[in-house]
């Protein structure tokens, strides 16, 4: 026996992925005017791969900054608008008119009832000569049913009997004078005093006519200017309304309308964005590994998706728009589709590669980042390469039937003939113990629980030997105990007897250490 290295391996089979893997496309759907790559060309970032005829997004783009101007003017025309500033010239104007409107009714009623005062002085003065004269009338004509009021009509004017009593009726204004002769007045005084009376009678009337004249002129102006007044505060009173509303209304009317800039704004950027991506752009350095379209077809928007596998930016190989092979919604097996699958373009690094491998739930249980790999090839047979384990996947996946995790595995170095997609084996080394005392999986014999290996007894024969076993290895299984380094053991016989050969018996066998 001596000492050595107990290690296990669990096994998969997956596929070569790029360390990155991209789906290319355009963000809309239109005809592709021109492609600038093929199959196999390296690209560097930033390099045009394709574009897309942009005549429908042009337009689409002068439409929106055509709004965007209108609204731009809109707002200009309310932010500079001469609005509020006409409505207080307005009000300014509305209040003068009314100012002028009550100065000019106070100066017409102020010469209304100035022309009533003179009036009625004048009906005074009139009414005291009427008086006078009608007394006079009275006392020199006899007269003693002359009224007091002006309006009636005299006596005299329509004739009277005399006071001879003979019945016959005079028009002469003097008849009525003609009794005097007895009371001892002179027919000459009544003529007179009846001319001074009919002359102060007129003028009374005269006199009253005026005043009602005036009167009423200051009572229709009083209603006229009224109205005037009232129409000019109306006036006012709208122009400040006007004012108010157009006043408060300025702030949010700009904040409304600017809101419609922002909004075109906004519209402009994404009809420019729209014309921008009908050119496609490397976003990384890599190899075209996939086309999916020719100059003259109409492209659909986007270039799918990629299932990434855990931990890297590579896509899982046969899975989604990544895969160059799909799997079956009916089975577990691989069909073959067109390469890219709904990839308009795909991109690839393939400077540096991962093998992505679904491992059953049992090995996934031993499968940790960090861990060392040892990759093979089917298609490349002389072709061994060392990885390490970059990550697993949290979540399984159901591949015929059975739970699987996938786990990437980063490839410490390449090799020309490498390909994406390729086949590889691994095989991940989930324990390892160095320098520990071993003996070889072949020579262990197992009975009823218990851990034996055969040793040479004193005739040198073959006893079974029992100790006690650590890890158990690929190859080699640890000892822990019942075993001495340097012990020779030996190999068991074809056929094992059923029960353990007791001390000192055995069957023979070939030795080892």
Same mark, same amino acid.
């Given at each position: 026996?001596?000492?050595?290295?107990?290690?296990?391996?669990?096994?998969?089979?997956?596929?070569?992925?790029?360390?990155?893997?991209?789906?290319?496309?355009?963000?809309?759907?239109?005809?592709?005017?021109?492609?600038?790559?093929?199959?196999?060309?390296?690209?560097?970032?930033?390099?045009?791969?394709?574009?897309?005829?942009? /005549?429908?997004?042009?337009?689409?783009?002068?439409?929106?900054?055509?709004?965007?101007?209108?609204?731009?003017?809109?707002?200009?025309?309310?932010?500079?608008?001469?609005?509020?500033? %006409?409505?207080?010239?307005? *009000?300014?104007?509305?209040?003068?008119?009314?100012?002028?409107?009550?100065?000019?009714?106070?100066?017409? *009623?102020?010469?209304?009832?100035?022309?009533?005062?003179?009036?009625?002085?004048?009906?005074?003065?009139?009414?005291?000569?009427?008086?006078?004269?009608?007394?006079?009338?009275?006392?020199?004509?006899?007269?003693?049913?002359?009224?007091?009021?002006?309006?009636?009509?005299?006596?005299?004017?329509?004739?009277?009997?005399?006071?001879? %009593?003979?019945?016959?009726?005079?028009?002469?204004?003097?008849?009525?004078?003609?009794?005097?002769?007895?009371?001892?007045?002179?027919?000459?005084?009544?003529?007179?005093?009846?001319?001074?009376? *009919?002359?102060?009678?007129?003028?009374?009337?005269?006199?009253?006519?005026?005043?009602?004249?005036?009167?009423?002129?200051?009572?229709?102006?009083?209603?006229?200017?009224?109205?005037?007044?009232?129409?000019?505060?109306?006036?006012?009173?709208?122009?400040?309304?006007?004012?108010?509303?157009?006043?408060?209304?300025?702030?949010?009317?700009?904040?409304?309308?600017?809101?419609?800039?922002?909004?075109?704004?906004?519209?402009?950027?994404?009809?420019?964005?729209?014309?921008?991506?009908?050119? *496609?752009?490397?976003?990384?350095?890599?190899?075209?590994?996939?086309?999916?379209?020719?100059?003259?077809?109409?492209?659909?928007?986007?270039?799918?998706?990629?299932?990434?596998?855990?931990?890297?930016?590579?896509?899982?190989?046969?899975?989604?728009?990544?895969?160059?092979?799909?799997?079956?919604?009916?089975?577990?097996?691989?069909?073959?589709?067109?390469?890219? %699958?709904?990839?308009?373009?795909?991109?690839?690094?393939?400077?540096?590669?991962?093998?992505?491998?679904?491992?059953?739930?049992?090995?996934?249980?031993?499968?940790?980042?960090?861990?060392?790999?040892?990759?093979?090839?089917?298609?490349?047979?002389?072709?061994?390469?060392?990885?390490?384990?970059?990550?697993?996947?949290?979540?399984?996946?159901?591949?015929?039937?059975?739970?699987?995790?996938?786990?990437?595995?980063?490839?410490?170095?390449?090799?020309?003939?490498?390909?994406?997609?390729?086949?590889?084996?691994?095989?991940?080394?989930?324990?390892?113990?160095?320098?520990?005392?071993?003996?070889?999986?072949?020579?262990?014999?197992?009975?009823?629980?218990?851990?034996?290996?055969?040793?040479?007894?004193?005739?040198?024969?073959?006893?079974?030997?029992? /100790?006690?076993?650590?890890?158990?290895?690929?190859?080699?299984? &640890?000892?822990?105990?019942?075993?001495?380094?340097? &012990?020779?053991?030996?190999?068991?016989?074809?056929?094992?007897?059923?029960?353990?050969?007791?001390?000192?018996?055995?069957?023979?066998?070939?030795?080892?250490?």
């Amino acid at each position: 026996m001596e000492r050595g290295t107990v290690s296990t391996e669990v096994s998969a089979s997956g596929a070569l992925a790029a360390v990155t893997s991209q789906n290319m496309g355009f963000a809309k759907a239109a005809q592709l005017k021109e492609l600038d790559v093929k199959v196999g060309d390296t690209v560097r970032p930033g390099q045009v791969l394709a574009r897309q005829d942009p /005549f429908s997004f042009q337009q689409l783009l002068a439409q929106q900054q055509a709004q965007l101007a209108n609204q731009q003017a809109i707002l200009d025309r309310i932010v500079h608008g001469t609005t509020v500033e %006409g409505d207080r010239r307005t *009000l300014d104007q509305a209040k003068k008119i009314l100012d002028a409107n009550q100065g000019q009714r106070d100066a017409v *009623l102020d010469r209304d009832r100035n022309a009533v005062d003179r009036a009625e002085q004048q009906l005074g003065i009139a009414h005291r000569q009427f008086e006078t004269q009608r007394r006079t009338y009275m006392q020199n004509c006899d007269k003693e049913d002359v009224s007091d009021d002006p309006m009636a009509a005299d006596p005299a004017d329509t004739g009277s009997t005399g006071s001879t %009593g003979s019945g016959t009726s005079s028009t002469n204004p003097l008849g009525a004078l003609t009794g005097g002769v007895a009371n001892g007045m002179g027919l000459t005084q009544c003529p007179n005093a009846r001319s001074a009376f *009919l002359s102060a009678k007129s003028a009374y009337v005269t006199a009253q006519t005026s005043y009602d004249t005036a009167k009423h002129q200051l009572d229709v102006d009083d209603a006229q200017y009224k109205i005037n007044v009232e129409t000019a505060r109306q006036s006012v009173v709208s122009a400040q309304n006007a004012l108010d509303s157009d006043r408060s209304d300025r702030g949010p009317n700009i904040d409304a309308q600017a809101a419609l800039v922002a909004n075109g704004r906004a519209l402009v950027a994404t009809a420019q964005r729209d014309v921008d991506n009908t050119v *496609l752009y490397a976003p990384v350095g890599g190899t075209v590994s996939a086309i999916n379209g020719a100059v003259g077809e109409w492209l659909n928007a986007g270039g799918g998706t990629t299932a990434l596998a855990p931990g890297t930016d590579a896509g899982i190989p046969g899975v989604g728009a990544a895969a160059t092979s799909d799997q079956s919604s009916a089975s577990s097996a691989l069909s073959a589709t067109r390469p890219g %699958g709904s990839a308009f373009i795909v991109l690839n690094n393939i400077d540096t590669y991962q093998v992505v491998v679904p491992f059953e739930e049992s090995d996934a249980a031993r499968v940790a980042p960090n861990q060392k790999v040892r990759v093979t090839f089917d298609a490349i047979p002389d072709l061994e390469r060392d990885g390490t384990v970059l990550s697993v996947a949290p979540g399984g996946v159901n591949i015929s039937g059975v739970t699987n995790y996938y786990a990437t595995i980063l490839l410490t170095n390449t090799d020309p003939r490498l390909r994406s997609g390729l086949t590889a084996e691994t095989g991940v080394l989930v324990n390892s113990l160095d320098n520990v005392l071993v003996v070889p999986n072949s020579a262990i014999i197992r009975q009823g629980g218990r851990t034996f290996v055969n040793t040479p007894g004193p005739d040198g024969k073959p006893v079974q030997t029992q /100790f006690q076993p650590g890890l158990v290895g690929d190859d080699n299984t &640890q000892v822990l105990s019942g075993l001495r380094e340097g &012990q020779e053991i030996q190999l068991p016989q074809a056929t094992v007897s059923g029960s353990p050969t007791p001390p000192g018996g055995g069957g023979g066998g070939g030795g080892g250490r």
